[in-house]
């Protein structure tokens, strides 16, 4: 920190404080990015090397977590296993190298596919929704406004199992809990409190002057909403989606309390992966993996939109 | 034609600006009233059902013994028996103890280390932006599944993290069983914390350097204030409301603290990871507890309402400065 000069200064600041500050962060950087490396790497390898003492760097690449991930296996005598017919595939080959068969798909790509259903259904909503309320609370006069959007924002300082303890009792009466449906709504309105904080925010930047030009040539209010406002918005509107995509694909807890079965997401389900004594490792990185590349490649692509959006638009441009 | 047809537009565009607006919506379908409602309503109704509905009937409960695994038992109101049972029970009390331990720790590493960075960052050296993009990645993912993958870096005999130590530290591995030493466990989750929300932290101390404006280095250049003096009277102070806004949010955060830690302890080794949210669960789905536990939830609610706002006003008080 007890550098010779301030980045601001008149003065230029010297090409050795730059690259100072410049080597700490890169080292920093790459020092987070190690979990993230041997997440990978782990998913690649095969048991015996995932579980090898010095961890191993230099292996030779296997697709057996990925192979474990998705297939169900049974243990089969050698002898059986050689009457067998040839292999027909990859993972077919590795599995009898450990004398077990392929019994069937494993839960893993139903689960991850109601991730997809769940965080891309409950965003859609939460983004809808909060669009048309934020534009209400942004235009028009809402009595006690201030405290009804303050209070909206308040339930998220709930715990989540706080929540969860009537919710699973009402989904439980109405027939919800272990249902997409059920979860959907529920992210919808974790999500929408964020979703009209942020968005009225955005809207509240977009002069009105826009929409009563355009009332006054003859667009009524909803018109000049989609036509004017809708378009300024979009950033925002980006901005907001990726949030709460975030928050529903990354959501343990209601997950892990409220689903069993045929509604569960991929992070309660990851964890339990389990293979012969204890869990098995790379399989549950290569889960792991597929799970976070959505993820890894969203925040890369709209790097600027989430800036703007956790900053609440303080950083400008 | 065309003559008319321009005169009329001309004369239809004079009208329109003279008309007064109001009356130009009381013309033209829904009212901004009918607008309003139709366009918030929905927002509303749902949380209505699905944050506050619920909220009203954890009140509820809170004053029953009612029990989620036996739903057809008859249900009685035992009054404030279930606050009283809350409030005097030492596990709950050593609960928030351990929670505010973590709430603590990670708040101040990560501003000690997330204020370092944004400032770092600030000095625009080569590549900031995209190096500040790879710092953002651990925040963007899932805490119950990437915390899941630290226990296996956390494994004694086989683990990346105890080996990384030992390399640089000379201690064996054996003796760094994060997950299962009584004392380090909570620096564990405390580890994970802290790389995964650090950079919360350092963005929203970029966004404070940022809002500083030039010219008062400047002037401050201008007056032959050391850089120390300037990093002490100008940056901190000036970006301090945002760092304070990291920390209340982070706070909130942590006071919920669940993914990680029951994924990466379970509460454990006996008791001393066991946060807040843990007990809660313990109550509620597994003694099925119902009416306690609604009524930890109500006490744990109350209390992070009352000190946000206690730390709001403090904050509004710092920005008026």
């Keep these: ?88 595939g990859t993972c077919d080959e590795v599995t009898r190298k450990r004398n077990m068969v392929i019994a069937g798909p494993s839960n893993f790509l139903p689960r991850f596919v109601n991730s997809l259903v769940i965080a891309f259904g409950s965003t859609f909503l939460a983004v809808l929704l909060g669009t048309m309320a934020a534009y209400g609370f942004s235009r028009f006069r809402v009595p006690l406004a201030d405290d009804l959007l303050f209070f909206i924002l308040s339930t998220r300082m709930m715990p989540p199992i706080a929540v969860a303890i009537p919710i699973y009792l009402m989904y439980r009466e109405l027939g919800l809990s272990d249902t997409a449906l059920g979860m959907i709504l529920l992210y919808t309105a974790v999500n929408v409190s964020l979703a009209v ?7 509240d930047e977009i002069p009105r002057e826009y929409e009563e030009a355009a009332m006054i040539d003859g667009y009524t209010r909803l018109q000049a909403f989609r036509k004017v406002v809708l378009p300024q918005a979009t950033t925002g509107i980006a901005a907001t989606a990726i949030f709460c995509l975030i928050f529903a694909w990354n959501e343990y807890a209601f997950a892990a309390l409220l689903t069993s079965g045929s509604a569960q997401t991929a992070p309660p389900f990851i964890p339990t992966i389990i293979g012969e004594g204890g869990q098995d490792w790379p399989a549950v990185a290569a889960g792991t993996t597929i799970f976070l590349i959505p993820i890894l490649v969203f925040t890369i692509l709209l790097r600027k939109q989430l800036l703007r959006g956790i900053t609440f638009g303080a950083v400008r441009k | ?106 708040i101040v590493l990560q501003t000690v280390i997330g204020f370092t960075l944004a400032y770092l960052i600030d000095r625009k050296f080569r590549g900031h932006a995209f190096w500040t993009t790879v710092i953002l990645i651990p925040m963007m993912l899932s805490p119950a599944v990437v915390g899941n993958f630290w226990r296996f870096l956390y494994e004694p005999q086989i683990g990346l993290f105890a080996y990384a130590v030992s ?27 802290t790389w995964m929300w650090t950079p919360y932290v350092m963005l929203i101390c970029l966004a404070g350097l940022r809002s500083i404006p030039d010219y008062i280095y400047e002037a401050a250049e201008v007056d032959r204030a050391s850089a120390w003096r300037q990093f002490w009277s100008i940056t901190v102070p000036m970006a301090l409301p945002f760092i304070m806004l990291a920390v209340l949010f982070r706070g909130i955060e942590n006071f919920k603290m669940f993914d990680m830690v029951t994924l990466l302890t379970g509460g454990g080794p006996g008791s001393v990871t066991e946060v807040a949210s843990i007990t809660l669960k313990r109550a509620a789905f597994e003694s099925w507890a119902t009416g306690r536990a609604s009524a930890f939830a109500i006490v744990l609610f109350v209390a992070v309402f009352g000190l946000a706002n206690i730390y709001v006003k403090a904050l509004n008080k710092v920005k008026q400065r």
């Design chain 1, 197 to 203: 904080w942020l968005l009225k925010g955005f809207i």
């Design chain 2, 1 to 106: 034609m065309n003559i008319s047809n321009s005169i009329v537009e001309k004369a239809a565009d004079a009208t329109a600006k003279v008309t007064p607006i109001s009356v130009v919506r009381r013309v033209r379908g829904l009212s901004d009233r009918a607008i309003a409602w139709l366009f918030i309503a929905p927002a509303i109704v749902l949380l209505l059902a699905i944050n506050i509905f619920p909220l009203i009937w954890a009140i509820y409960l809170s004053f029953t013994n009612y029990r989620a695994n036996r739903p057809n038992a008859a249900v009685e109101g035992v009054g404030l028996r279930n606050y009283e049972r809350v409030l005097t029970d030492p596990d709950i009390w050593q609960a928030m103890q351990t929670t505010a331990h973590f709430v603590f720790w990670t």
């Design chain 1, 1 to 88: 920190m007890s550098s010779a000069n301030s980045a601001h200064s008149v003065v230029e600041p010297s090409f050795t404080s730059k690259r100072i500050a410049g080597a700490i962060v890169i080292l920093y950087a790459l020092i987070t990015l190690i979990p993230l490396v041997w997440i990978f790497l782990t998913s690649i390898k095969s048991p015996p090397d995932s579980i090898s003492y010095p961890p191993k760097i230099v292996f030779t690449p296997s697709l057996e977590g990925y192979c474990n991930l998705l297939t169900t296996r049974t243990r089969q005598t050698p002898e059986y296993i050689a009457s067998l017919p040839e292999p027909t």
């Design chain 2, 167 to 193: 390399w640089l530290s000379g201690i064996p591995t054996s003796d760094i069983r994060m997950l299962g030493d009584v004392s380090l466990a909570p620096w564990a989750i405390i580890i994970v914390d």
